[in-house]
T-cell receptor, first 111, second 115 residues
Framework: DQQVKQNSPSLSVQEGRISILNCDYTNSMFDYFLWYKKYPAEGPTFLISISSIKDKNEDGRFTVFLNKSAKHLSLHIVPSQPGDSAVYFC??????????FGTGTSLTVIP | EPEVTQTPSHQVTQMGQEVILRCVPISNHLYFYWYRQILGQKVEFLVSFYNNEISEKSEIFDDQFSVERPDGSNFTLKIRSTKLEDSAMYFCASNQMGFTNEKLFFGSGTQLSVL
């Protein structure tokens, strides 16, 4: 049961441009969403989150947008930097229940 | 910054052997988790642990799996008789408030290879 889907396994972006990573989910009961970033040989590290009462959350260069009607969230990175090259996972949960993760999108920022 | 530590980073074992993966969660965290990621697939929940007992487990976490907090710091995942399909990266995670709107802190993982 793929409750959280990241349909793009990889994305390449020029340094300084915007990176947009997308995530879709199927369970309308999910009320909390997170993005994690993972470098090789490291565990996922938390990046940004959003609860279902909001449609946007911003933290520096990172903004997460939530479209509940479309069951879609996206992560925008502006401007993209080479150090942003990593695998990005989205995750979703219904409060009190486990987190469901997507398969990840590998972002490469080209200098 | 405190972190979750996992040992070993790589584990190679023969099919049918027992393996124990070890984790030291962040010291003031109360909830502990194991996740795994088979190559190219999603990160999957295995089990959550609180107050010295399993609070939730997935269908993956069958009788071959067990978890234990043998002392005040370690949190272990044991696979009793490994199968080829157990080959994956296993991540330990912890947090203070469980499955609430609180992020998980992950360790760097143990890559398990079953031959």
């Amino acid at each position: 049961d793929q409750q959280v889907k990241q349909n793009s396994p990889s994305l390449s972006v020029q340094e300084g441009r915007i990176s947009i990573l997308n995530c879709d989910y199927t369970n309308s009961m999910f009320d909390y969403f997170l993005w994690y970033k993972k470098y090789p040989a490291e565990g996922p590290t938390f990046l940004i989150s959003i609860s279902s009462i909001k449609d946007k959350n911003e933290d520096g260069r990172f903004t997460v947008f939530l479209n509940k009607s479309a069951k879609h969230l996206s992560l925008h990175i502006v401007p993209s930097q080479p150090g942003d090259s990593a695998v990005y996972f989205c995750a979703a949960s219904k409060t009190g229940n486990q987190f469901y993760f997507g398969t990840g999108t590998s972002l490469t920022v080209i200098p | 910054e405190p972190e979750v530590t996992q040992t070993p980073s790589h584990q190679v074992t023969q099919m049918g052997q027992e393996v124990i993966l070890r984790c030291v969660p962040i010291s003031n965290h109360l909830y502990f988790y194991w996740y795994r990621q088979i190559l190219g697939q999603k990160v999957e929940f295995l089990v959550s642990f609180y107050n010295n007992e399993i609070s939730e487990k997935s269908e993956i976490f069958d009788d071959q799996f067990s978890v234990e907090r043998p002392d005040g710091s370690n949190f272990t995942l044991k696979i009793r008789s490994t199968k080829l399909e157990d080959s994956a990266m296993y991540f330990c995670a912890s947090n203070q408030m469980g499955f609430t709107n609180e992020k998980l802190f992950f360790g760097s993982g143990t890559q398990l290879s079953v031959l």
